[in-house]
């Protein structure tokens, strides 16, 4: 095979990685042989708009169904009427917080869960129930069913994302969205949160090991995450850093053509 054309290849090459290399290093100061402590996050609070799964359970189940007519296992009709349900066509599946922080429960009438943690919204419930005497020893689980945050700037895939388990670390969230994109500020790592009904900005460097002690590396639900870019678009510093990187990848293989052929 042509020498020159071997050369040449690898000097495309070169060329090539060196333009399209922008690999971050995470949590640059952190020693493999320490422990570092987390701030473990505040527990997740039910909030206005979010949507609710409740699932009553019991000894008797027949006793639990009146209470179930929302979690897709049953449907109760305007005779009061029960028969068996289907998740696809349940398009009000659960329970809505409005925006005084109450739901509308069955038999129970309304019911305050905004401000407070699942637990404490299955255990406000469950003493409900009792107090009702309409079951001794019920069951009550409560999960979020819209639980979303919100992904901005330059990250790969902006938009929100659907969290399953009701819990995400920031790290998480970004490997969700794709990673962060080569204009990608890593000390300006931006969580709004709404905290007493008004927004707060948090601000994260993900190349440092404290970011695991900030209050918002572990996500709520809907968080903002913005990401800032290193240079806003079509700017004379963007265009340098572009330019800079093209020159720097031409004179590198200049540099290896020239040392070849000498």
């Given amino acids: 095979m ?30 493999p042989e320490k422990q570092y402590l987390s701030s473990g996050g505040q527990e997740v609070k039910v909030q206005p708009g979010d949507r609710l799964d409740i699932v009553v359970t019991c000894k008797n189940p027949e006793l639990a169904i009146p209470f179930n007519t929302r979690s897709g296992s049953y449907r109760l009709s305007s005779e009061g009427n029960v028969t068996s349900g289907d998740l696809a066509s349940q398009p009000q599946r659960g329970y809505r917080v409005d925006e005084k922080g109450n739901i509308e429960f069955p038999i129970i009438g309304s019911i305050h869960a905004g401000g407070l943690t699942l637990l ?33 700037g330059e990250v790969g895939h902006p938009g929100p994302i659907n969290v399953d388990e009701n819990h995400v670390n920031l790290l998480e969230a ?14 300006r790592v931006l969580v ?11 601000v994260n460097d993900i190349r440092s090991s404290k970011i695991m002690e900030s209050p918002t590396f572990y996500l709520q639900q809907n968080d903002i995450v913005y990401v800032e870019p290193k240079y806003r678009n079509n700017s004379k510093e963007d265009q340098g850093f572009k330019y800079g990187t093209s020159l720097l990848s031409a004179a590198s293989v200049l540099s290896w053509i020239f040392y070849y052929f000498k």
Wanted: glycine share 4%; proline share 2%.
């Fill in 174 to 187: 970004i490997s969700m969205a794709g990673d962060l994109s080569p204009k990608a500020k890593t000390n």
């Fill in 192 to 202: 709004l949160r709404t905290v007493n009904n008004s927004r707060q900005v948090y």
């Fill in 120 to 152: 404490q919204a299955s255990d406000t419930i469950t003493q409900k129930i009792m107090k009702g005497k309409y079951i001794q020893e019920p069951i009550v689980t409560v999960d979020f069913l819209n639980f979303k945050i919100y992904m901005l």
């Fill in 2 to 31: 042509n020498k020159k054309l071997i050369v040449w290849g690898m000097g495309i090459v070169l060329f090539m990685s060196s333009c399209a290399s922008h690999n971050f290093l995470y949590l640059q100061d952190m020693d």
